[in-house]
């Protein structure tokens, strides 16, 4: 049964209504929350749906001259001091109310994360490329898992080039870089980039040298070498928790002092064998461990490739800095808390780019010119999660 309005009260001194509802649950909406949030064609345009009312216009401390249950106890109706009217549909009212508890699926980002270690080799979420084409519901779980562990790989992808773009496009669109869309990852001789090398590659995040540094990575094996060339992935978040516990004052530091990141360099004409960029310096400054205002683990900026030789910290802190950072390292290269994967081709690893660091061992290039080729792009959080609410607002639910 449809929940109703049983009953309202005013509280002129916390200037809010308590409403009680016919479920007995009593909801408190403050006074000018309820005047800015007014649903008439003057203050809400139904087509954008953005606030139009002027907030400058708003009285904070305004009270109601009066209110009314009505459309038996479906609606609220209030009258304001300027003749106004407001009404506002109870179930909408259910959905608006105030509660450090709301429910979390309208922000998947910060959804509870599942921490993990080497046990992750015998446990990754796994999908197949034509499924998450094909059903909506199999691209939700696979962002789910992408949010839940930050690590996921699919299998049975075409073994063409661009499959990832056809991939990105099915969440939204690929995130465009300094390397395109898509970046063809193969063996150069002269290069800008480590990656583009059959050299081993330390255990890194891709990118923390931009303000905005990507969301996740998607890595598709095109071909892969016979010898060596396997992926390391780490759950930094699970390191930077186990830190928490052993050393607090170094996971405290982490959090503190802000990193410089440096990339920068001048295209070669045999680079746009691989990717497309032109002449580019990027640089930022940020804390290795980024946290969210609650004070939860929000981003991990770790890359030895890119971090700057200055480092702008009061220079008495640097040494313990480095105390914390070599610990934090030794755990993201332990192997409790590493996983290494060799993926074939048609396989693309995906990663949370601002959760899992990345590495890969040394690999031989092979003579008769089958060599190892990746070919890797980004999606950013904000299209994986937007993606995520459609598909659940077209599955019915309620868009809050
Ligand atoms: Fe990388
Ligand atoms: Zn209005």
Not at 123 to 140: E, K, R, V, W
């Amino acid at each position: 049964m449809a929940i109703v309005l049983a009953s309202i009260d005013r509280n002129e001194t916390s200037r809010m209504y308590h409403i009680t509802l016919s479920d007995k649950s009593v909801l408190r909406f403050p006074y000018v929350w309820l005047r800015d949030n007014c649903r008439c064609a003057d203050c809400f345009d139904p087509s954008s749906r953005y606030r139009t009312c002027r907030v400058i216009k708003l009285d904070a401390d305004i009270i109601p001259v009066s209110e009314e249950i009505a459309n038996d106890g479906k609606t609220l109706q209030i009258k304001w001091p300027e003749l106004h009217t407001s009404c506002f549909p109870v179930s909408w009212l259910v959905q608006m109310k105030f509660s450090e508890s709301a429910p979390e699926w309208i922000d998947p980002f910060r959804y509870p994360k599942h921490l993990w270690g080497a046990e992750m080799k015998d446990m990754i979420p796994t999908f197949q490329y034509d499924d998450i084409l094909n059903s909506d519901q199999t691209l939700y779980d696979w962002l789910q898992a992408m949010v839940t562990y930050g690590f996921s790989i699919i299998k049975k992808a075409p073994t063409e080039c661009n499959t990832i773009d056809k991939l990105g496009n099915r969440v939204f669109f690929l995130k465009q870089t300094h390397y395109g869309k898509v970046s063809q990852v193969i063996s150069q001789a002269d290069y800008t980039s480590l990656g583009f090398t059959n050299k081993s590659l330390v255990l890194h995040a891709d990118m923390p040298y931009m303000e905005h540094s990507p969301g996740i990575e998607l890595l598709h094996c095109v071909q892969q070498s016979a010898i060596g060339g396997d992926n390391q992935f780490t759950d930094v978040f699970n390191c930077a928790e186990k830190l928490k516990q052993s050393h607090p004052e170094y996971y405290k530091i982490l959090t503190m002092l802000l990193v410089d990141f440096t990339d920068w360099g001048v295209p070669k004409d045999k680079d746009k064998v691989t990717h497309n960029y032109d002449d580019h310096h990027f640089r930022s400054r940020k804390p290795t461990l980024e946290l969210l205002p609650d004070g939860r683990l929000k981003a991990i900026n770790h890359s030895d490739l890119t971090r700057a030789p200055y480092f702008r910290v009061p220079v008495d802190q640097v040494q313990l800095w480095y105390k914390a950072y070599t610990s934090l390292n030794a755990l993201m290269n332990s192997p409790e808390n590493m996983i290494q994967v060799k993926l074939d081709s048609g396989e693309i690893a995906c990663f949370d780019n601002q959760r899992l660091a990345h590495g890969r061992t040394a690999y031989k290039i092979a003579e008769a010119g089958k060599s190892r080729h990746m070919e890797s792009g980004y999606i950013d959080w904000d299209q994986a999660t937007s993606r995520m609410r459609v598909i659940r607002e077209r599955q019915g639910e309620d868009p809050v």
